[in-house]
């Protein structure tokens, strides 16, 4: 009886890892990402942008290392077309972006 609760716990416990294993700090990024940029970038692994020019964030590191984006996210994004909001993110905003964005790498 108590190896049956105990192997049903661990099975338990296997399946719910995966969800426990991104870190806040990633978590809070995700949610950023969702909120501020999945209006126009793809913001996961296999999603298309939904606008179409947008690049999906998945692609950012083929572009940027991500460690250098930092201190252009702490300056304010700023791009030539009127589409994308202007940007400045508080270090601690910063710090969840760059761990979600690492992810996906």
């Known amino acids: 009886m108590l190896q049956s609760a105990l192997r049903h716990g661990l099975i338990g416990l296997l399946l719910i890892t995966p969800a426990l294993a991104a870190t806040t700090a990633e978590q809070r990024g995700k949610a950023f990402a969702r909120a501020n940029c999945a209006r126009c970038h793809a913001i996961d692994r296999v999603t298309e942008s939904p606008l179409k020019s947008a690049p999906a964030l998945r692609t950012l590191h083929r572009r940027y290392p991500i460690e250098t984006l930092g201190?252009?996210?702490?300056?304010?994004?700023?791009?030539?077309?009127?589409?994308?909001?202007?940007?400045?993110?508080?270090p601690d905003q910063?710090?969840?972006?760059?761990?979600?964005?690492?992810?996906?790498?």
């Open 94 to 105: 910063i710090h969840d972006l760059l761990s979600y964005l690492k992810t996906l790498e």
């Open 71 to 90: 201190e252009a996210l702490a300056e304010g994004i700023y791009t030539g077309h009127a589409d994308m909001p202007a940007f400045e993110l508080n």
